[in-house]
């Protein structure tokens, strides 16, 4: 029986906390792979970015929601593959987010875990970050005092996707 105050993992019964454990765990993976990587400092935007666009490959590859430990080794390789550059990565989030909010419907309880998921994506689509345009031509469009070339403004998903990619990589 669960006392007032304590959560659960289970299904949510009347007045009881479900945690999302499962984007939570998502969560979790991305941020030590990026962080592995020291690719950026982690109070950045673009570890942000990173660390949500892992997250969401992580938590919307895992089909069965029983990723643990062990398993974490061997879904690299099917991360790799799913953020390569050549992937229509945002199609296939648009894809499973709808694949995993049907499945919460036919369970019927909450789903706290796609609410998060949600959230991440919505951020990721919606937010613009500033970074290099790897489409200039090189020394073409650099003004007088500047070194580090061009920039535009950027979906933070694009600048996430690689970094997250990058950071499977280094691990």
């Known amino acids: ?13 009347e007045g009881e906390l479900t945690v999302p454990m499962a984007w939570l765990y998502a969560e979790y993976i991305a941020d030590e792979l990026l962080r592995s990587g020291d690719l950026m400092p982690p109070t950045s935007f673009e570890f942000r970015a990173g660390r949500d666009a892992l997250a969401l490959t992580i938590y919307l590859s895992d089909t069965d ?28 989030v648009d894809e499973r987010m709808a694949a995993v909010a049907a499945e919460a419907l036919a369970a019927g309880g909450p789903a706290p875990d796609l609410e998060l998921a949600r959230a991440a994506w919505r951020w990721l689509e919606e937010t613009e970050l500033l970074a290099p345009d790897l489409n200039a031509v090189p020394g073409g469009g650099a003004a007088g005092g500047e070194e580090e070339g061009p ?18 990589h280094l691990f």
């Not at 062990?70 to 390789?77: A, P, R, W």
């Not at 933070?156 to 990058?166: E, I, K, N, R, V």
Request: proline letters at 5%; charged letters at 15%.
């Open 1 to 13: 029986m669960l006392h007032r105050g304590q959560e659960s993992t289970d299904g949510a019964g």
């Open 65 to 92: 929601r029983e990723l643990s430990g062990i398993q974490v080794v061997s879904q690299l390789e099917n991360w790799l593959s799913l953020t390569a550059y050549d992937q229509p990565w945002q199609d296939w």
């Open 151 to 168: 920039e535009v403004w950027t979906p933070a998903w694009q600048l996430g996707l690689p970094l997250g990619h990058l950071a499977i």
